[in-house]
């Protein structure tokens, strides 16, 4: 039986929770109010974007007619026709509302979290007192990061340049991890306990080496989401639901212990993580197919940081990394094209399939080399992807030489591969479906993380 925490109405921890539950119900309106005012104001500033997996479709068809009179013409005139399109451009850059809607919610929150009103004057709460420099450091990385995300999507900058720019703004966060509590101990797994240097061999201090981890979880989370992206809905979507996973597993645990630093830590958790889940539903009305607004680079690298930063601060980065599953595996089967070991376009999103007479149907995207352009380990690594059935890969002639084309290395596009080749979907998939059964991919690995967190890690940290 699972102990419950017990929580009187005059229980303190109660009040900061209704408070969040209150601003965080608000911030949700409040996106949903301001995202379509700010249309105009983003066009307007050409922060758009075309929906390249949809027919463009015009809105406005001028039909042009000109007549022609050639002094020499016997016979009548002769005329042609020019139709002009103007075609519907998304507003982009998006996340930047919900980011500064989130930001201001946790700025209204803290009054009810940190101080308490005793003899005519405010005090710091002494139940949340030590939380109060790693709100503030949260505060300042994920602000940093919403700013470099807004600056990627404005100026466009390289992608060598922007791996790193997570880990600057991180810094902040990662110094009042150091002065606050600095551990950088890990439990060891059982199975190698045995070479641990430790004298039980339970547990191992990394020292410098445990920053340099939460460094990269950071510059993980923030770019395995903004990479696993191209169809509307999928960029909020999965964070939504790794949210919803993370606060699932806070209340999990909060209610399956009487120890108060745990419950205070997951408070804190849960402090963080409500606010997203508004504000990214908000925008997920807006973003889901077929899409009103974009999200950006703004979204992703603010989502990743706010992720990042509960994962980090409250010490369950591993079980972070457990949601993060089809984030992983889309990373490692990208890394071919990521690291140019084969051929990488700017994009590589599904592509459409105009030829349906029904609907646009989105099929995978491909990428032609010259065969002799490839390396050996290069094709050798594309046989074994292709081997796995992960991609799509045909030998032809192009211009007398003899290529390759294969589909583009992202799990979305693995999707693709395997239901064109299971004969499911030979013509494409609906970009709403596609979405779906991505984001249905997001709630199996959160289902697997529980069973792994919950199930085996007793086996593993006996």
């Not at 380990?377 to 007398?400: C, E, I, Q, W």
């Not at 004969?423 to 059964?437: M, S, T, Y």
């Amino acid at each position: 039986m699972i102990p419950s925490l017990r929580l009187s109405a005059t229980d303190t921890s109660l009040v900061p929770l209704a408070v969040c539950a209150f601003l965080s119900a608000t911030a949700y309106a409040a996106c949903t109010w301001i995202i379509p005012r700010a249309m105009p104001t983003f066009l307007a500033a050409n922060l758009k974007g075309a929906d390249l997996g949809k027919k463009h479709t015009p809105v406005l068809s001028v039909l042009v007619t000109v007549t022609l009179f050639p002094s020499k013409l016997k016979q009548g005139t002769c005329s042609f026709t020019h139709s002009i399109y103007l075609y519907m451009y998304r507003p982009e850059s998006m996340g930047l509302v919900t980011g500064l809607v989130y930001l201001l919610t946790l700025c209204l929150l803290m009054p009810a979290l940190f101080l308490t009103y005793s003899a005519g004057a405010f005090h710091l709460s002494p139940s949340l007192a030590s939380k109060f420099p790693s709100y503030l450091s949260a505060l300042l990385s994920i602000s940093a990061m919403l700013f470099l995300g807004f600056a990627d999507d404005v100026l466009n900058i390289r992608w060598r340049h922007k791996l790193f720019l997570p880990a600057f703004a991180a810094l902040p966060m990662l110094f009042v991890y150091a002065i606050e509590s600095g551990v950088t101990w890990v439990v060891v797994p059982a199975p190698l306990r045995s070479l641990s240097f430790t004298p039980d061999g339970s547990i191992v201090d990394l020292g410098f080496l445990y920053y340099v981890y939460m460094l990269l979880v950071a510059i993980f989370a923030t770019n395995s989401i903004n990479i696993l992206a191209g169809i509307n809905g999928v960029e909020a979507g999965q964070s939504l639901v790794i949210a919803l996973s993370l606060i699932l597993n806070s209340l999990v645990l909060m209610l399956s212990t009487t120890n108060p630093v745990t419950v205070q830590t997951h408070l804190f958790a849960l402090y963080l993580l409500v606010p997203f889940v508004a504000t990214s539903a908000a925008l997920v009305k807006f973003n889901w197919f077929p899409a009103r607004v974009f999200v950006g680079d703004t979204f992703t690298y603010f989502a990743g940081m706010v992720l990042a930063v509960v994962g980090i601060l409250g010490h369950f980065s591993k079980t972070l990394l457990l949601f993060f599953l089809p984030q992983i595996f889309n990373f490692v089967l990208s890394v071919p094209q990521l690291f140019h070991l084969v051929p990488c376009p700017r994009h590589r999103l599904p592509r459409r399939n105009d030829s349906h007479p029904r609907e646009t149907l989105l099929q995978f995207s491909t990428t032609t080399v010259p065969l002799a352009n490839l390396s050996r380990p290069s094709h050798a690594l594309l046989t074994l992807v292709s081997n796995l059935g992960l991609t799509h890969v045909v030998y032809h002639k192009v211009k007398d030489k003899d290529s390759v084309t294969f589909s583009n290395l992202t799990l979305i596009n693995a999707v693709l591969v395997t239901l064109q080749q299971a004969q499911v979907a030979p013509d494409g998939v609906p970009e709403d479906v596609l979405c779906k059964l991505v984001i249905g991919l997001q709630v199996v690995a959160s289902c697997v993380g529980f069973l792994v967190r919950y199930g085996l890690a007793g086996i593993v940290y006996p």
